[in-house]
């Protein structure tokens, strides 16, 4: 079992960045995927980031290069660059450990002048 908790969302101009990071209440190293996702207003819950123990990552299509996802002992991190209003969402991390999923309660990024 994790508990995961998000900081770093906020309002931010277009092209601007942000960094987004998910304190994990343990040691991560074991825990074999964990990620970004997203909600629009009105929209579904969508995957933006994952990445693995040994670092293999993958990103939705629309975001690789402008979105980076990391991780270390204890935390996975969200750099955010190039953002624009379609980004605009509440950012969940995520991580899947033996079957089960864990979520934290999310941070609100808002990209708007």
């Known amino acids: 079992q994790v508990e995961l908790v998000e900081s770093g969302g906020g309002l931010v101009q277009p092209g601007g960045s942000l960094r987004l990071s998910c304190a994990a209440s343990?040691?991560?190293?074991?825990?074999?995927?964990m990620g970004w996702y997203r909600q629009a207003p009105g929209k579904q819950r969508e995957q933006v980031a994952l990445?693995?123990?040994?670092?293999r990552t993958n990103y939705a299509d629309s975001l690789e290069g402008r979105f980076t996802i990391s991780r270390d002992k204890n935390t996975v991190s969200l750099q955010m660059n190039s953002l624009g209003p379609e980004d605009t969402a509440v950012y969940y991390c995520?991580?899947?450990?033996?079957?089960?999923?864990?979520w934290g309660k999310g941070t609100q990024v808002t990209v708007s002048l």
């Open positions: 343990r040691i991560i190293s074991d825990i074999p995927v």
């Open positions: 995520n991580a899947v450990s033996f079957g089960a999923q864990y």
């Open positions: 990445i693995t123990p040994t670092g």
